[in-house]
């Protein structure tokens, strides 16, 4: 731990001190002299040199202190280091899919925070949805300690994103749960999605992937995601919702649909127009969103090859493409929380700085309280 100050020129103010010990000497009590006749026989002789003496010493030592600590508070002085032991900070997301946070195993010790302006603590009420995530853990993380521990609940959609990625200079326990009921988007469309899967002829490796997907979908209810697989020169029938298509490009009549309303899933590497939409752990785009008329397109930058696109056998692959699917509009500040891990800043975190003027409020405050105190006492007792 160290010491240190922000104004070292406020300790001037200690030039203060002469006014007390101006004080005290001036005003000592009057010597009363008192005559007796038989004196004027005694010869005169040298009087005795006085030393200054000060009257009421606790009194005077209160002021010099009460100087001393205004003093300092001028100077702002802070501490920096471990001068408590390393601490866990929790901070959870409002839009986390449990009632009530602490109820999950965790430790004890560890520190709760809402991810809302102020970090109130979890005891409090929940703040509302749509917090500026990726800047309130800026936020945080700047102030936190070097040696203290960082943990967040987030759900599996974060909003409340900016357009740049999130670096931390601590590493961060990024723990993912469901989003609370009350967040999760209604299905719009209760009756059968129909997609139209279109494909060039030689594509037969990719399909595996995207039929493995649509079962997944299928798994709750087999009948509510309807394909109609066909190559990618066939017509696209008027009750289609979805369109996946792998042969590149959109064509045309493909394009056409898209403008009118309809939604889109391209896989073409090469087409790197749009917004990203969906980033990996490492921060690469995996998918970017754009409108044609009506419609819009999603767009996958990897070829649908686990040696590319290692995420197509991760298990919640079809969740992630269904929901960029669903979604009305692309929403650039919204994504999923397992492409949004933090990155680790190369700088290392550095020791917190914190403040000592509320420390030095409260000194000043009680020194002047028993300084009034001692000098009434002083006049009432003369």
Same mark, same amino acid.
């Given at each position: 731990?160290?010491?240190?100050?922000?104004l070292?020129?406020?300790?001037?103010?200690?030039?203060?001190?002469?006014?007390?010990l101006?004080?005290? /000497?001036i005003?000592?009590?009057?010597?009363?002299?008192?005559?007796?006749?038989?004196?004027?026989? /005694?010869?005169?002789?040298?009087?005795?040199?006085?030393?200054?003496?000060?009257?009421?010493?606790?009194l005077?030592?209160?002021?010099?202190l009460?100087?001393?600590?205004?003093a300092?508070?001028?100077?702002? *002085?802070?501490?920096?280091?471990a001068?408590?032991?390393?601490?866990?900070?929790?901070?959870?997301?409002s839009?986390?899919?449990?009632?009530?946070?602490?109820?999950?195993?965790?430790?004890?010790?560890?520190?709760?925070?809402?991810?809302?302006?102020?970090? =109130? =603590?979890?005891?409090?009420?929940?703040?509302?949805?749509?917090?500026?995530?990726?800047?309130?853990?800026?936020?945080?993380?700047?102030?936190?300690?070097?040696?203290?521990?960082?943990?967040?609940?987030v759900?599996?959609?974060?909003?409340?994103?900016?357009?740049?990625?999130?670096?931390?200079?601590?590493?961060?326990?990024?723990?993912?749960?469901?989003?609370?009921?009350?967040?999760?988007?209604?299905?719009?469309?209760?009756?059968p999605?129909?997609?139209? /899967?279109?494909?060039?002829?030689?594509?037969?490796?990719?399909?595996r992937?995207?039929?493995?997907?649509?079962?997944?979908?299928?798994?709750?209810?087999?009948?509510?995601?309807?394909?109609?697989e066909?190559?990618?020169?066939?017509?696209?029938?008027?009750q289609?919702?979805?369109?996946?298509?792998?042969?590149?490009?959109?064509?045309?009549?493909?394009?056409?649909?898209?403008?009118?309303g309809?939604?889109?899933?391209?896989v073409?590497?090469?087409?790197?127009?749009g917004?990203?939409?969906?980033?990996?752990a490492?921060?690469?785009?995996?998918?970017?969103t754009?409108?044609?008329?009506?419609?819009?397109?999603?767009v996958?930058?990897?070829?649908?090859?686990?040696?590319?696109?290692?995420?197509?056998?991760?298990?919640?692959?079809?969740?992630?493409?269904?929901?960029?699917?669903?979604?009305?509009? *692309?929403?650039?500040?919204?994504?999923?929380?397992?492409s949004?891990?933090?990155?680790?800043?190369?700088?290392?975190?550095?020791?917190?700085?914190?403040?000592?003027?509320?420390?030095?409020?409260?000194?000043?405050?009680?020194?002047?309280?028993?300084?009034?105190?001692?000098?009434?006492?002083?006049?009432?007792?003369?």
């Amino acid at each position: 731990m160290s010491f240190g100050l922000l104004l070292p020129l406020g300790l001037a103010a200690l030039a203060a001190w002469i006014l007390p010990l101006l004080i005290h /000497l001036i005003r000592r009590p009057a010597d009363h002299v008192i005559i007796f006749p038989a004196m004027r026989w /005694l010869s005169a002789a040298v009087r005795p040199r006085r030393r200054p003496r000060f009257d009421d010493p606790w009194l005077l030592l209160l002021r010099l202190l009460l100087l001393a600590a205004i003093a300092l508070l001028i100077a702002q *002085p802070f501490v920096t280091g471990a001068w408590h032991s390393p601490r866990t900070w929790v901070l959870v997301s409002s839009e986390a899919g449990f009632a009530d946070p602490l109820s999950q195993p965790h430790d004890q010790n560890a520190q709760w925070r809402w991810i809302a302006p102020g970090f =109130p =603590p979890i005891d409090m009420p929940r703040p509302s949805a749509g917090q500026p995530l990726a800047s309130l853990l800026r936020e945080f993380d700047a102030g936190l300690d070097a040696r203290d521990a960082l943990v967040a609940v987030v759900p599996q959609v974060l909003s409340g994103l900016d357009g740049e990625r999130l670096q931390l200079r601590h590493d961060i326990d990024w723990r993912i749960v469901g989003l609370r009921a009350s967040e999760t988007p209604p299905e719009t469309n209760p009756q059968p999605t129909h997609i139209a /899967l279109r494909h060039a002829a030689d594509a037969q490796d990719a399909l595996r992937y995207l039929r493995a997907v649509v079962a997944a979908w299928n798994t709750a209810d087999p009948a509510s995601h309807l394909v109609d697989e066909q190559l990618s020169d066939a017509a696209i029938s008027a009750q289609t919702q979805w369109l996946i298509w792998t042969d590149g490009p959109l064509s045309a009549a493909a394009a056409a649909w898209v403008a009118q309303g309809g939604v889109a899933l391209v896989v073409d590497p090469a087409d790197a127009t749009g917004l990203p939409l969906w980033r990996n752990a490492a921060g690469d785009v995996l998918a970017r969103t754009r409108s044609i008329g009506e419609g819009r397109v999603i767009v996958l930058q990897k070829a649908l090859d686990p040696a590319v696109f290692p995420e197509l056998l991760d298990a919640t692959f079809p969740m992630q493409l269904r929901h960029m699917l669903v979604a009305r509009e *692309p929403a650039p500040d919204r994504a999923f929380a397992e492409s949004m891990i933090p990155l680790k800043l190369d700088q290392a975190p550095t020791a917190r700085a914190e403040s000592l003027a509320p420390a030095l409020i409260i000194l000043v405050a009680v020194l002047f309280l028993l300084e009034r105190m001692l000098a009434t006492r002083r006049r009432i007792g003369t």
